[in-house]
């Protein structure tokens, strides 16, 4: 297994495991074909691969379940906030068009909705990056037990992930892909 799908299993296996809508993972640009690989692979289980950005060697890669993020997306409340951050879409893919766009400047800190973080802990992180009252796999600002929780579900899944990854298993084996 090349060390791209190791890292894309790692990073986004919690996403293919159904646990959150999407993930983001940072890969070698030498590495495409293992991710021109696995999009295909995965695009018949309802998940797509977009490159938001990247610098002279790496890729930011943006996975994501079309179906889960759409639901996310066009939530009343979630609209409603992302339209105040300066978007405007009719689809997933307008809304990702207008995230890839915000990232060629200042790291867009709305990009915690695209990966499935609390609204409530992405407003916090914008009114005050520095007070959050925990820390995992994203900042939190309310709802603490409910965060734990889940930080703990992500940390198994990945975990379990990586121990097949490190028995020989492929990601299209893992999840019955392919």
């Given at each position: 297994m090349s060390a791209a799908e190791y890292t894309i299993g790692r990073h986004c296996g919690i996403t293919f495991a159904g646990l959150k809508p999407a993930s983001l993972v940072s890969i070698e640009k030498a590495e495409r074909g293992v991710l021109a690989r696995l999009s295909k692979k995965f695009k018949n289980k309802g998940f797509n691969f977009v490159v938001l950005g990247g610098c002279q060697r790496k890729l930011i890669v943006y996975v994501y379940h079309a179906e889960k993020l759409k639901k996310?997306?066009?939530?009343?409340?979630?609209?409603?906030?992302?339209?105040?951050?300066?978007?405007?879409?009719?689809?997933?893919?307008?809304?990702?068009?207008?995230?890839?766009?915000?990232?060629?400047?200042?790291?867009?800190?709305?990009?915690?909705?695209?990966?499935?973080?609390?609204?409530?802990?992405?407003?916090?992180?914008?009114?005050?990056?520095?007070?959050?009252?925990?820390?995992?796999?994203?900042?939190?600002?309310?709802?603490?037990?409910?965060?734990?929780?889940?930080?703990?579900?992500?940390?198994?899944?990945?975990?379990?992930i990586c121990r097949h990854m490190d028995r020989g298993k492929s990601l299209t084996q893992i999840f019955n892909v392919g």
């Open positions: 996310m997306l066009f939530s009343q409340q979630v609209r409603n906030f992302l339209h105040s951050r300066g978007y405007e879409y009719g689809s997933v893919e307008e809304a990702i068009d207008r995230l890839r766009a915000k990232m060629e400047g200042d790291f867009p800190h709305e990009i915690g909705v695209f990966l499935g973080y609390p609204l409530s802990d992405v407003r916090g992180f914008i009114a005050n990056p520095n007070g959050c009252i925990m820390c995992g796999c994203w900042k939190v600002y309310s709802n603490v037990q409910e965060a734990a929780k889940t930080f703990e579900r992500f940390n198994r899944c990945s975990s379990c």
